[in-house]
């Protein structure tokens, strides 16, 4: 049989950013899949000799457009942990509030383009919708829809009050009916089923030794995920790994529904906290010492798990800021899952990993 | 009659084709937005499509760096004239945040010629359509001075 190779991206209507795949094919099956990155690869780790330690919140928040605030959050908290602080307990339940409400918008952004990569434009269309609900919030409390900019070191620089939490309260429930309502769709369409039950299936051991993280792992069985390290107030909060053991593209799927869910929950617990609280506290400490010394720090972004390494040598300019980002973990996972299928589903297994160049590349 | 067809055609109903140049994805999910129901541009007649060779519009967001610009530069010389390039976001524009990045080349008018800008960071859905509101009435313009 001759092998073929087909170029897949780096501009590719499914995918909205550019990676580029060279897909060996042998009639209409993979054979094997050959990743390019650097398309969009900006060096911006490097800046931070350029810019001091609080103007790089700007540029970290600017690693991934989708998940801007964990970034940032990851970020502060390591500068507190090298500068000996602890943020407030309100501004740490506020933390939790902005980083759910972002899981939540990414995983029904990411939802759609699922569906859309298998042809579902409706269900596109739908999810986007209860999404911009998700938007507004994120808009009306901290004054930008994508990009919200709360972190700064030592604390958050917005506060909710009553009137607000009450409205992020209702704005909730509409948004958990809409997601329901589409749950029969997502999880049980046989439509849906044939494009993603036993497609991309990643083996639990796989999972492991390749390194996956996030859904890709959790999808494969692993209960594990980094909000367990009771960063921020998640120390407070119930909250239990979402799990699937199937380890295909449905199961991925699922994992990201169940934990949408739970992203809204998680905000009701913080919600429930930050009224407890009353209005009003101290959000951020001061720093008086630049920051010294090495520290590494771990959040659970949509994606997965995201690390960032610090290094300070008692300026106001971090040494080194290294980044690692969960679809950077995802790749190897997904050469392996590729070979095999049918070449009609190579998009649906890519969305699979809920690709992020842009935290990749960096 | 057939010229005339075509222009109505090309200003009522632009094809749109939309490049990740390097983004931070801010730009791009919300250029996305403008497509979906809150938003809806297709409203206007405007549809996204995959393929340069049959696109009038060309959005880009982000910044460029030496190994996206030979794409970029393909993708801008596959479309038919007369074309329109709408670069989005403070990246696109000048390279925003990242402009001392060392690989980044700059915004998008170092590879190609732009039209329209959108400042933001991101841009705004409002503003994307508000941009090729305004970008089709130069479209219009130029079509109108060749025919």
């Known amino acids: 049989m001759a092998r073929t190779v087909i170029p897949f991206g780096p501009q590719h209507p499914v995918l909205p950013e550019p990676i580029h795949l060279s897909l060996v094919l042998e009639d209409e099956r993979v054979v094997e899949a050959l990743p390019t990155l650097g398309y969009v690869h900006r060096g911006l780790e490097l800046l931070a000799a350029k810019r001091d330690c609080t103007q790089m919140i700007q540029i970290v928040e600017r690693v991934c457009g989708i998940c801007s605030m964990l970034h940032a959050m990851c970020y502060c908290q390591g500068l507190e942990q090298m500068l000996g602080l602890e943020a407030p307990r309100r501004a740490r339940l506020l933390r939790v509030v902005w980083s759910e409400l972002h899981r939540l918008h990414s995983h029904l952004l990411w939802l759609g383009l699922f569906a859309d990569s298998m042809g579902f434009e409706a269900l596109f269309m739908q999810l986007w919708k209860i999404r911009e609900r998700v938007m507004d919030v994120n808009e009306a409390t901290t004054g930008n829809r994508v990009i919200v900019s709360v972190n700064v070191i030592g604390g958050v620089r917005a506060d909710l009050d009553q009137g607000q939490i009450n409205w992020i309260r209702e704005t909730l429930v509409d948004v958990e009916a809409g997601i329901k309502n589409l749950q029969a769709t997502i999880m049980h369409d046989p439509t849906v089923g044939r494009r993603t039950r036993g497609i991309g299936v990643l083996g639990r051991e796989a999972a492991y030794e390749l390194g996956a993280a996030g859904p890709t792992l959790r999808g494969s069985g692993w209960a594990q995920d980094m909000r367990q390290l009771k960063y921020a107030a998640f120390d407070e909060l119930d909250f239990e790994p979402v799990v699937e053991t199937a380890g295909d593209c449905w199961a991925r799927g699922s994992v990201r529904f169940r934990e949408s869910l739970q992203s809204m929950d998680l905000v009701r617990q913080a919600l429930g906290k930050l009224e407890g609280q009353g209005v009003g506290g101290e959000l951020t400490v001061k720093a008086k010492a630049k920051p010294e010394g090495e520290v590494l720090t771990r959040v659970e972004q949509p994606r997965g798990e995201c690390l960032y390494y610090l290094k300070g040598n008692g300026t106001l300019f971090l040494e080194r800021v290294r980044i690692r980002t969960p679809t950077f973990a995802n790749i190897p996972a997904l050469t392996a899952m590729l070979p095999g299928l049918d070449f009609a589903d190579v998009p649906v297994v890519v969305l699979s990993i809920d690709p992020c160049i842009s935290c990749t590349e960096r | ?147």
């Not at chain 2, 094809?15 to 938003?39: K, M, Q, R």
């Not at chain 2, 297709?42 to 190994?67: S, Y």
């Not at chain 2, 402009?99 to 190609?112: H, K």
């Open chain 2, 1 to 147: 009659m057939l010229k005339r067809f075509l222009k109505t055609a090309q200003v009522r109903s632009p094809w749109l084709l939309h490049f990740d140049c390097g983004s931070c994805n801010g730009c791009d999910i919300e250029t996305l937005a403008c497509l979906t129901p809150v938003y809806d541009v297709e409203r206007f007649g405007i549809i996204n499509v995959g393929n340069p060779r049959h696109a009038d519009v060309l959005v880009v967001t982000g910044t460029v760096n030496p190994r996206n610009a030979v794409v970029l530069k393909n993708l801008y010389d596959q479309m038919p004239t007369p074309k329109l390039v709408i670069a989005i976001g403070a990246c696109g524009c000048s390279g925003g945040v990242f402009r001392e990045a060392p690989n980044v080349l700059g915004g998008i008018d170092t590879i190609i010629p732009v039209d329209v800008y959108v400042p933001g960071c991101p841009a705004k859905p409002e503003a994307i359509m508000d941009a090729v509101v305004t970008g089709l009435a130069k479209l219009k313009g130029i079509l109108e001075a060749s025919a």
